[in-house]
């Protein structure tokens, strides 16, 4: 191999050596800015579900307004209730379905005219 030759392919290494380097540069750079933002959107998260809780915290600090008074009704005697009602079944009718078979019992002979003639 000659020496040009030799002299192209470590500049090229050089180069691609250079340029791999500031790509992963580049890359960590932009890791670290992306961590500092998923950081702040977090902190700023943190502190509206702190706001939201303390809201929370409030609101049950606060007692609830009485109840209104259940109306008086006349009540009757323990005695005079209300009888338990009854409960009757009734079963409903029986359904019956008739099928018609045959029984080879519809009036003619099994064995042909019958008969035993002699001619």
Request: aromatic share 2%; net charge positive; glycine share 8%.
């Amino acid at each position: 191999m000659s020496r040009t030759n030799v002299a192209v392919i470590a500049g090229l290494l050089a180069v691609a050596a250079m340029l791999g380097t500031i790509a992963a540069t580049h890359t960590v750079a932009l890791g670290a800015a992306q961590k500092q933002k998923a950081n702040a959107s977090v902190q700023q998260r943190a502190k509206q579900l702190a706001a939201y809780e303390a809201s929370l915290n409030r609101a049950l600090a606060r007692k609830t307004p009485a109840l209104p008074a259940v109306p008086k009704t006349p009540t009757a005697s323990p005695s005079a209730t209300a009888p338990q009602q009854r409960v009757v079944y009734r079963r409903p009718p029986a359904i019956v379905v008739v099928k018609h078979t045959h029984h080879r019992d519809d009036g003619r002979s099994e064995y042909g005219d019958g008969g035993g003639g002699d001619g």
